[in-house]
């Protein structure tokens, strides 16, 4: 059975402490491509493509081993591209389950400028006016926070959370007349992605705890966050994370897949050029 740590080793320190020239050379030589070549077989792809970087730095004079060694690396690249996308793969079917059945959690709302998506259980058009927030997510998976304080004027440009001892809070956004609004007989932010990461992973992670919201601005405000909205809070950034997790994985299995056929095609070209070994 192949040992491909032992051999790995051993294969290095033959090739560093031995220098030689002539047959013995090319009998080293030939040793290491036959450990990678059991590597390979043994699916140890790492391990082959370091004993064949050693062979190709240890001895650059054997052409005819170091030519042959090419197809090598191309089935040794293509085995670890076929890895990698059967993880990406797993990856991938298991964030889309998750995702999909998280789906009867999230609803759509059809607003008349643009859609955008928000926890089952969460009422859109009685938060305006309300205190609190609430989480939302856009066409594309964006989550964004807004703020809501009808009760009182603090002039607030930003919202911090604490629980447990802990605490997170928005970045400040200045009073525009849009993104900070305060036209609707209530003070009303829209929080957009890294302005609001920290507060809604925050939240989701303390959902079960009680938690404080303060709305900071020329005065603060404290108050409880009430807890539903904490959980739908949670509801929403759980799910936005699965859209950006189940992108990224898309990303990685398109990666692997060219980088597989890439592989393959090599292996290919290489096997027609390789020579018997003598």
């Given at each position: 059975m192949f040992n491909a740590a032992t051999k790995t080793i051993?294969?290095?320190?033959?090739?560093?402490?031995?220098?030689?020239?002539?047959?013995?050379?090319?009998?080293?030589?030939?040793?290491?491509y036959d450990q990678a070549e059991e590597a390979i077989d043994a699916a140890h792809y790492s391990t082959a493509v370091m004993l064949i970087d050693s062979l190709k730095t240890t001895y650059p004079r054997q052409i005819d081993i170091r030519r042959r060694a090419l197809h090598l690396t191309a089935r040794a690249g293509e085995g670890l591209a076929l890895q990698r996308l059967q993880s990406a793969d797993s990856l991938l079917a298991a964030i889309t389950a998750e995702s999909e059945a998280m789906k009867d959690q999230i609803k759509q709302v059809d607003n008349?400028?643009?859609k955008y998506y928000v926890a089952a259980s969460a009422k859109p058009a009685e938060f305006i006016g309300s205190d609190g927030l609430q989480a939302r997510l856009s066409p594309d998976g964006q989550l964004y926070i807004i703020s809501s304080l009808g009760s009182r004027k603090v002039k607030s440009t930003a919202v911090a959370v604490e629980s447990t001892g802990e605490?997170?809070?928005?970045?400040?956004?200045?009073?525009?007349?849009?993104?900070?609004?305060?036209?609707?007989c209530a003070e009303v932010i829209t929080f957009m992605g890294v302005e609001c990461d920290s507060l809604a992973n925050f939240i989701a992670a303390h959902a079960a705890d009680p938690i404080t919201l303060t709305f900071m601005g020329e005065k603060n405000y404290s108050m409880t966050l009430p807890k539903s909205q904490a959980e739908e809070i949670a509801v929403v950034t759980r799910y936005a994370t699965l859209l950006r997790r189940g992108r990224a994985a898309v990303v990685e299995k398109e990666k692997q897949q060219r980088i597989l056929d890439t592989a393959r095609s090599q292996a290919a070209r290489t096997f027609t050029e390789e020579a018997p070994a003598e």
């Amino acid at each position: 059975m192949f040992n491909a740590a032992t051999k790995t080793i051993a294969g290095v320190m033959l090739a560093a402490l031995v220098a030689c020239s002539g047959d013995n050379e090319k009998k080293l030589a030939q040793a290491l491509y036959d450990q990678a070549e059991e590597a390979i077989d043994a699916a140890h792809y790492s391990t082959a493509v370091m004993l064949i970087d050693s062979l190709k730095t240890t001895y650059p004079r054997q052409i005819d081993i170091r030519r042959r060694a090419l197809h090598l690396t191309a089935r040794a690249g293509e085995g670890l591209a076929l890895q990698r996308l059967q993880s990406a793969d797993s990856l991938l079917a298991a964030i889309t389950a998750e995702s999909e059945a998280m789906k009867d959690q999230i609803k759509q709302v059809d607003n008349p400028v643009e859609k955008y998506y928000v926890a089952a259980s969460a009422k859109p058009a009685e938060f305006i006016g309300s205190d609190g927030l609430q989480a939302r997510l856009s066409p594309d998976g964006q989550l964004y926070i807004i703020s809501s304080l009808g009760s009182r004027k603090v002039k607030s440009t930003a919202v911090a959370v604490e629980s447990t001892g802990e605490r997170a809070e928005t970045s400040s956004v200045a009073h525009d007349g849009e993104r900070n609004d305060r036209s609707m007989c209530a003070e009303v932010i829209t929080f957009m992605g890294v302005e609001c990461d920290s507060l809604a992973n925050f939240i989701a992670a303390h959902a079960a705890d009680p938690i404080t919201l303060t709305f900071m601005g020329e005065k603060n405000y404290s108050m409880t966050l009430p807890k539903s909205q904490a959980e739908e809070i949670a509801v929403v950034t759980r799910y936005a994370t699965l859209l950006r997790r189940g992108r990224a994985a898309v990303v990685e299995k398109e990666k692997q897949q060219r980088i597989l056929d890439t592989a393959r095609s090599q292996a290919a070209r290489t096997f027609t050029e390789e020579a018997p070994a003598e």
